[in-house]
């Protein structure tokens, strides 16, 4: 999941007009954190009511935390391109060809 597939899903620009990269920024970049709080709230709250059943509780207790680990897992794996290009693209880049030898400019980071 790329993050500008999220920014079209939700976009900023609608419920605050005066948006700008930093905005983007920093709503791509706290997203998956308060996602993963979230997800770290619901896994303890479903292994307290399994302990709470008392019904085998080392082997449900095992499954439901490999399968959480599993979701988060993949999670990071899908969000971190998105959010690394949107991040990568704050810093600033500098032309090492000003005289325009080449038909692209070459950038680099500085």
């Known amino acids: 999941m790329n ?11 609608c419920s605050y007009t005066g948006s700008d990269y930093v905005d983007q920024l920093m709503l791509v970049t706290i997203t998956p954190i308060v996602l993963t709080i979230l997800w770290w709230i619901l896994y303890k709250m479903c ?5 709470l059943f008392g019904t085998r509780t080392r082997a449900l207790s095992h499954s439901l935390k490999v399968n959480f680990i599993f979701v988060f897992l993949m999670f990071t794996y899908l969000i971190l391109p998105g959010v690394s290009t949107l ?3 704050a810093i600033p880049c500098t032309n090492v ?5 080449t038909k692209t400019p070459e950038l680099y980071l500085r």
């Open 87 to 89: 991040i990568a693209g």
């Open 47 to 51: 292994k307290y009511t399994i302990e």
């Open 3 to 13: 993050a500008s597939i999220f920014l079209k899903l939700f976009p900023i620009k």
């Open 97 to 101: 060809d000003p005289d325009r030898t």
